[in-house]
């Protein structure tokens, strides 16, 4: 008797049910924050999912997040859109985050980011972050909907040919790199859903996030040279 293949879940709804504190997620956010650094004005967070950033955002700083499918949302505003087509006019945001976006199957990078460079104001700044390491490509790529992972300096050509000037670029989720790599080139070879998003004991939980806490502590100031994924500052030209 052949074993079935697992069926992925839906990780919208992953996102939604463990993203408040799920050592992944809740400590790329903190990573999020540390580059983005302080926020002034108006932020857009496409491909928001749920809008777990957008639960975060500082007091007195309006922010709106888009999303092909808002049925798991936390936070509002969010605006069902494509991220290729944004529904608002230009030059009406100052900061754009776009994470684990340009990679999706279903985003064209060159008119996504053409998107983002229209709706930000001249000098705006724009937060890419990406997985990175195309060799790593496999069934967690799969699960999540991605159809790509970036080479440090492709990011930075694409970033720079839609009209940026890229201020920043760096690795993260870097001390789990040798682990996480291990794990991911070896589910290659067996039937795997893909999906790394479960609840760990609760001790774990903590380690783990833990290890992002520093790396965000050190993201503040500095970069990292290797790392699971890569983190893209960039201003608009004007």
């Keep these: 008797m052949n074993a079935a293949v697992p069926v992925a879940p839906d990780y919208r709804e992953l996102l939604a049910r463990y993203g408040r504190s799920h050592w992944w997620i809740a400590g790329m956010r903190g990573i999020t924050w540390a580059v983005l650094g302080r926020v002034n004005g108006r932020l857009l967070d496409v491909g928001c999912g749920p809008g777990w950033l957008l639960a975060e955002l500082p007091p007195g700083l309006h922010g709106v997040g888009i999303d092909i499918e808002v049925q798991f949302a936390v936070a509002r505003p969010i605006v069902e859109s494509d991220s290729c087509n944004l529904p608002f006019p230009d030059s009406v945001f100052d900061v754009v985050t776009a994470l684990d976006v340009l990679e999706q199957e ?32 496999g069934p967690h790529d799969l699960m999540w ?15 720079r040919n839609a009209g940026f000037t890229v201020r920043r670029l760096t690795f993260a989720n870097s001390l789990l790199l040798p682990i996480s790599a291990a794990q991911r080139l070896a589910a290659r070879s067996i039937w795997s ?3 790394d998003v479960r609840p760990l004991p609760a001790p774990l939980n903590r380690l783990l996030l833990g290890v992002l806490a520093l790396e965000a502590r050190w993201l503040k100031t500095r970069d990292l040279r290797a790392g699971l994924s890569l983190l893209c500052m960039a201003e608009r030209d004007a």
Aim: proline share 8%; charged share 30%.
């Design 145 to 159: 909907g991605g159809a790509r992972r970036y080479q440090r300096e492709e990011l930075s050509d694409l970033v």
């Design 106 to 137: 279903c985003v064209e990078p060159q008119q996504a980011l053409a998107e983002v460079r229209r709706v930000l104001v001249p000098g705006g700044r724009l937060l890419i972050r990406v997985p990175a390491y195309p060799r790593l490509y």
């Design 193 to 195: 859903d893909g999906n």
